[in-house]
Structure formats: C-alpha cells, structure tokens
C-alpha cells in the first residue's frame, strides 16, 4: 500500500506545479496592480518617477511623513512637493516658523540652510504650506525644512499664492472633500525678486526658478480613492512666472489669469528639461480627461 500511495502523491504534486499559472488570475497579460494606500502623498503617481537610491541626485525621493518630495541636490530646491490634504490635516497649532537644514541628506549634498536666502530679495518660499499642517507640531514644524523651499518672489509668495493656498482649504477642500496636492517649478532663466532677476542665490548653490505650478485634485472623501479618480474630478493647475513685478500682495485671486490644463503644464515644463508626468497611477482613459480639464 506504501509504495502505490508515494508515487500518487508525487504525481499530483508535479501536475499541481505543472497547472501553476505564470500571469495574474484575472486574464490580464499586465503585472499585477501594485496596491497603494489611501490618503498617499503619491497616490495619483509620482510625477518623475524619483527614487529612494541616493545615486539620483537630481531626482531623489523623500518621505517627511507629511508629505514627499524629489529633491534636487544640484539645483538645492526640491524639483516637486506632493501632499494629500483633508479637513483632519487642520487644527489650531500655530505657525513654528523653525526654518532649517534637513541632516539626513547624503552627506555630499549641500544642505541649504534657514540663512541661504538671506539679502536675496526672494521668499522662503513653501511648497507644501505651513498652513495644511497644523494638527500638531510635528506635522508644522516639518514643512520648515529647507528641502521644502524655493526661492519664490515676494509678491507671488504673499499674494496670489498665498490667496491660491486659502482657496484650496477653503473652498476645494472644506469638510467634505480631500485632495492630493502637487508643487513644483521648472524654467532656467531665473526669476525676478525685490532686489532684480537673479538665476541663483546662495553663492550659486540654489537655483531660481522661472516658473513655479501647483496642481490639486479633488474627490468627495471615501475609501478606494484610485479607483474614484475618474473624470468627475475637479481639477485645478496653474502655472504662473516667478517675478515680483507681476503681482500686489493685495490681490489675493490673480492665480485665476494663470490657470492651464495638466497636459499644458506637462509640455512646457518637459520642454524647459525638466520631465513631469502627473497621475501616472490613474486609469489611463480617465487620466487623459483629467489631463485635459482648466479650472473654472
């Protein structure tokens, strides 16, 4: 009986290897959809597929918890800042106004400090604001890293920017909605700032942007976020010059004369060498609507 029941069970073995498929159950030739956790920074896609290995180091991702970011050690600037945003994510801490280096950076990278705009007629300029992360100190306190900054004219920074950050709590977000938030710059010929157009500050070790966008996308909240990034979306990208002479503190709505769709953004900012593809992740059909959509 031994010696019938061995080579049995041998046999079923080899045909249950034998029947193992090499391609996902669902019929679909493609690798099988990696899952993504709602309420990801990168949820959408990472816009210039950065990477974790310190050998990139003009496109080196970063994780602050509270956001991610590509980090461009030649330009000192991050190339963009993604952050999911919801009414959760704002409380009552107040502004920590701790401007400083980020010392966990390869230690053969420059590290901007809270004095390398010193005198240079340009802001500190955020990318993810302080003001998107005020549920506790920690969550504040980490958007004054230097690695969050770039050198952004006065009038922009206070201004139309500062009215475009207000707008997006406000009104896009509120209580019922959530929205992934996407910063960035782009452009060689430098910006205009108080004290007149510059292409670097710092000694030459931080460049100037001519161009900074932002992009939001904006869902009612819910769970299996992929999936409700559809078409229904509101969409919302401006791409606006870095120079102070275009722009009043006073006139908090002028974001609305730069408003552009994500594949205008996408062109001209790949045309400047500096690559960008947004919402990578996203059904592809529904990406090119999204792609498409100007605010209004």
Request: with cysteine; proline share 6%.
């Amino acid at each position: 009986m031994r010696k019938i029941l061995l080579p049995s069970l041998l046999f079923s073995l080899v045909v249950l290897l034998s029947c193992k498929k090499d391609i996902p159950d669902n019929g679909s030739t493609n690798p099988p959809v990696v899952s993504i956790p709602d309420n990801d920074h990168l949820l959408p896609g990472n816009p210039s597929n950065a990477q974790t290995n310190p050998s990139f180091t003009t496109n080196y991702l970063k994780d602050y918890t509270y956001y991610k970011l590509s980090y461009n050690s030649a330009m000192g600037t991050p190339n963009w800042v993604a952050w999911h945003l919801q009414s959760e994510d704002l409380g009552s801490t107040s502004r920590q106004d701790d401007f400083r280096s980020d010392n966990t950076l390869p230690t053969a990278w420059y590290r901007v400090s809270s004095t390398s705009y010193s005198g240079s007629g340009f802001d500190r300029g955020h990318n993810c604001p302080s003001a998107d992360r005020t549920g506790s100190v920690a969550a504040n306190s980490s958007t004054f890293f230097m690695t969050n900054m770039i050198p952004q004219a006065p009038t922009l920074n206070q201004g139309p920017w500062a009215g475009l950050e207000d707008f997006t709590r406000s009104s896009l977000v509120g209580t019922t909605n959530e929205a992934w938030v996407f910063m960035g710059n782009y452009g060689n010929s430098g910006g205009v700032g108080s004290n007149g157009a510059f292409t670097t500050i710092d000694n030459g070790r931080v460049k100037v942007p001519a161009k900074v966008w932002k992009v939001i996308v904006v869902i009612p909240k819910g769970n299996g976020d992929l999936s409700r990034l559809t078409r229904t979306a509101t969409v919302l990208c401006v791409s606006m010059p870095n120079d102070n002479r275009l722009y009043t503190v006073s006139n908090k709505n002028a974001w609305r004369d730069y408003l552009i769709s994500v594949s205008a953004l996408e062109i001209e900012s790949n045309a400047s060498g500096t690559p960008l593809s947004l919402f990578s992740n996203v059904d592809q059909t529904e990406r090119t609507f999204l792609k498409s959509k100007i605010y209004q």
